[in-house]
């Protein structure tokens, strides 16, 4: 029995998802460059699946340099003016999992 379009463009995204999902290595980490190309594909299932995995990437960056800005000092305050959204949006997201830099 033959797929029909929407059977075809699922299969399609589940498979690109799974290869974008396997440049991934065990660290986390993913080729920026393949994904680069993935998001400017003319195929939407990889497009997709690429902005899917871009977005992750920046918001592993995101709490990556927000714990290193509060390592070094920096006031929410600060960040959220960096990031260009809200101390209290900033705050939220990151507060319980940050520690106070030390007073001067």
Not at 58 to 68: C, I, P
Not at 70 to 99: C, M, N, P
């Amino acid at each position: 029995m033959p797929q029909n379009d929407d059977a075809r463009q699922r299969d399609s995204a589940a498979e690109e998802e799974s290869s974008i999902d396997s440049s991934a290595d065990m660290n986390g980490s993913t080729d920026c460059g393949d994904l680069t190309d993935a998001a400017a594909s003319s195929d939407p299932a990889t497009g997709l699946a690429a902005v899917r995995a871009l977005r992750t990437l920046a918001d592993r960056l995101e709490e990556v340099q927000v714990a290193n800005a509060r390592e070094r000092g920096w006031s929410w305050q600060t960040i959220a003016d960096v990031l260009q959204i809200s101390r209290q949006a900033v705050h939220q997201k990151y507060g319980s999992t940050q520690t106070r830099p030390p007073r001067s």
